[in-house]
């Protein structure tokens, strides 16, 4: 999926609609002239409130359609590979073609997600009013703001992290090839550090068995190790480097250069993982939000038809 079909998609069709939708919305708002006023149970709070439901429910199908998307491509494939000869049944092929031409895509389904997910912001604030208390309407509009807002977080994340992460990888390809050549220099450095005094040695060890990737989700977050071994290792090899003999300087230098090289890539190994944890973090509060807003939007539906 390309990134950049989330906010383009179609020409921008879902923002469009979006915004004639919120057009439409304020301009109803501005210009209605009922005695009651502007409130929830007003005849234009009550249309606000079904078009904020109906976007709702549009929302909670993009969840279902991705997690659908894995289960008839994985039947596709097994069905592939059971009649490889066999022609795509005509059904299949019009539906196909159902869904390229009505953009009914996973590419489809998130820019109307991320475009109608903001709209509703201003559909469910003109369906409350303005008027909010200690009650479990006030309760669902909060809710409902905190899921949209980290779901705004999770579009940055999605536009921003992914080449972030190409980035710091450089020409180095997978992750776990990073940790690969980290390995290597740890292995070089030891090597190196045998001809050395036994603080030298003391020092590089200390910086291979030490030294964290990744960590705990604070430590993930933010790539960093308190007291980094790594770290600390090459500002004391600094400090040790000018108390050396004229012919140790030679093989002193190359091994601060494996500890130097190390600690660069010690740190791009480190904002990878910080990459990741972030592009991923706001799932965990996304999802949770969603399913407690839907549940106080049927609590909410539920009592004001009760009381109704």
Known sequence: MQRSTLLKYKNYRYFKAA??????????YLFD????????????????GILSASIVVVLMLYGVRKR???IRT???NLLNALSP?????????REANWLRHHGATLQGWLSAHAYLGSALVVLATLHTGFQFGWNIHSLAYVLMMSAIISGCYGIYAYLRFPRLMTANMGGIGTFDSLLLEIDNLDKQASIKSLQFSDDICAIVLKARQGT?????LFQQLTAYQRNCPTSQA???????GKNLKYDQLKSFDDLYSVMA?????VRRARLDVMYKARLGFWLYLHTPLSIAFLAALIAHIVAIFFYW
């Open 74 to 76: 994985e039947r596709r």
């Open 19 to 28: 915004s004639l939708l919120v057009i439409f919305a304020v301009m109803a």
């Open 33 to 48: 002239q009922s005695a009651t006023g502007a409130y929830g149970g007003s005849w234009l709070g009550y249309l606000f």
């Open 212 to 216: 964290r990737i990744g960590g705990n």
């Open 68 to 70: 659908l998307a894995p």
């Open 261 to 265: 090289h190390k600690e660069s890539l």
């Open 234 to 240: 090459v500002q004391q090899l600094q400090v040790l």
């Open 85 to 93: 000869q066999q022609k795509v049944p005509d059904s299949r092929k």
